[in-house]
């Protein structure tokens, strides 16, 4: 009886270890794959990834919560964002029976769009001041 149970045993310890190591090869695969493609320079832009990563939008789900125009060339129209932003986060209030989910969702949607046009400017002016030339502060 009991060499029947010490045979169980080590039957489902092997299941579970080969399980495991099945699986962390996978992973290990995928992460090798990734890393070739990082290294060929077919990885999307990193920036735009933890802008996603930051809010989990992307920026055309953002735009059609708050039913605004992408930003065209980094440039949006903040004053009607938060004018859209504030009606849709007024009538989702939940005191008055709206979704706090919705709500959620209106916030992050505005907080992606302002972050895609702080990104686009910290962008435009790292360009401008590599088109100038780095000219440090000199202070007498």
Not at 56 to 78: F, M, W, Y
Not at 95 to 100: D, E, H, I, L, M
């Amino acid at each position: 009886m009991a060499h029947r149970i010490i045979a169980q045993i080590a039957l489902v310890g092997t299941r579970v270890v080969g399980r495991a190591f099945v699986e962390a090869w996978r992973q290990a695969n995928a992460t090798q794959k990734y890393a070739k493609a990082a290294a060929a320079g077919r990885v999307p832009d990193a920036s735009s990834n933890s802008l996603r990563a930051h809010s989990g939008l992307t920026l055309d789900e953002a735009c059609r919560i708050l039913n605004v125009k992408p930003p065209q060339g980094g440039k949006a129209d903040l004053e009607n964002v938060m004018e859209r932003f504030k009606k849709l986060f007024d009538v989702n209030e939940p005191k008055n029976g709206g979704s706090f989910y919705l709500q959620s969702k209106v916030l992050r949607a505005r907080e992606r769009i302002e972050a895609e046009v702080e990104a686009a400017a910290e962008k435009a002016a790292r360009a401008e001041e590599l088109d100038k030339g780095w000219k440090p502060k000199l202070y007498k």
